[in-house]
């Protein structure tokens, strides 16, 4: 059984919009979304659905961070 | 949702800002297109994918004359890929399921962009967060998902998990003030 705080932790880090690159180039899993177990990705999956909502709308261009990190690649920065 | 297509011919140009459009429009039907593979699939990292591959093949991307040509090949491709996750991660799945939503995604009449009721109400709610929260809460938005969180904690001086519990702090904050302001705001559909 995992420590409530440890899971609580991999939740939200799993619940953010960045992500690893592949060696090959392409975008690849959160280590932490693999630490999670079948309910802890649906909570994560929760979380992540109601993040990106608020960082559109706190955003002046209504885009949120998952937004953000595709254009940052699209326009070549790290 | 409102027909995004129009942006389509500025999105085959190259224009990046045209992309950012659409996808302030188009994120939303996306990852709930996913949904099902919540438990199976990183569905961030295999959405962050298809929105690239998207922009990738744009410029040859052919329209079928029906609203949200390009979100509902957009849908395809991230479910393709998802389905693809699935598999690597040793489990079962099938595409199956979803084919009436992807007929939902008609043109109708609501509003493209930000909402600035919602905006205004938000951004007050974010001044109302206690400092730590939304210090972590403010590192991740300025990051734009390009940084990790291990890298943002360090910055604001913070221990991993303490930066991690503030972003959960902040989120619940910031939900629990928009539903007092009369704006409900669902975990499980944006």
Known sequence: M????????????????????????????????????????????????????????????????????????????? | MADLDHHLPAIAAGDDQAYARWLAGAEPELRAALRTFAATADTEAV?????????????RFTPDGRPN???????????????????????????????????????????EGPDPLLRRLILRCRERLARKPRLALDARLAAGGAESDALLSARLGMKLNTFLQNVGRARKALAECLRRGGVAVEETRP
């Open chain 2, 47 to 59: 959405l962050q994918e298809a929105l690239l591959r998207l922009w990738q093949v744009a410029p």
């Open chain 1, 2 to 78: 995992i420590d409530p705080r440890a899971r609580e932790a991999l939740v939200e880090a799993a619940a953010g919009a960045w992500r690893p690159r592949r060696p090959g180039g392409g975008v690849g899993s959160h280590p932490a979304w693999h630490d999670l177990d079948a309910a802890g990705r649906e909570e994560a999956f929760r979380a992540t659905t109601l993040s990106r909502r608020l960082e559109a709308a706190l955003d002046p261009e209504g885009l949120s961070c998952t937004a953000r990190a595709v254009l940052a690649l699209i326009r070549g920065r790290p």
């Open chain 2, 69 to 111: 040509a390009l979100l509902r090949f957009a849908v395809r491709t991230a479910r393709n890929l998802a389905l693809d996750e699935v598999r690597r991660n040793g489990h079962s799945a099938s595409l199956e399921a979803g084919v009436l939503e992807l007929e939902a995604l008609g043109r109708d009449d609501a509003p």
